[in-house]
């Protein structure tokens, strides 16, 4: 089992960047897919990206592409989620998960971190 943690999060302005880490803990890190999701008050978790084990294939969700880059080092035992062009409806509590399956659901992915809030200021 993989224990995840994440930093990072904060107070930005609009069009600021920031860049989340996640890091892991525990059986080997690279076994896993990683995935960031992040969850608004009074919304559900959604899926915002996800990377291979190997960090060579990545997906994001529409409202983020082009805008955020997931990443990850293995030698590290840590992912990341670079935010840029950042705007108010990015606020939200991110968290990072992983997962033996290939999806982008919640449900796939079973190891999460406790979350870190990013709140993007007009």
């Known amino acids: 089992q993989v224990q995840l943690v994440e930093s990072g999060g904060g107070v930005v302005q609009a069009g600021g960047s920031l860049r989340l880490s996640c890091a892991a803990s525990?059986?080997?890190?690279?076994?896993?897919?990683m995935g960031w999701f992040r969850q608004a008050p009074g919304k559900e978790r959604e899926f915002v990206a996800r990377?291979?084990?190997?960090?060579?294939?990545?997906r994001y969700a529409d409202s983020v592409k082009g805008r955020f880059t997931i990443s990850r080092d293995n030698a590290k035992n840590t992912g990341y989620l670079q935010m840029n062009s950042l705007k108010p409806e990015d606020t939200a509590v991110y968290y990072c998960?992983?997962?033996?399956?290939?999806?982008?659901?919640?449900?796939?992915?079973?190891?999460w971190g406790q979350g870190t809030q990013v709140t993007v200021s007009s």
């Open positions: 998960a992983t997962s033996l399956l290939l999806g982008n659901a919640a449900v796939d992915y079973d190891t």
């Open positions: 525990g059986r080997s890190f690279s076994s896993y897919r």
């Open positions: 990377i291979s084990m190997s960090g060579g294939i990545t």
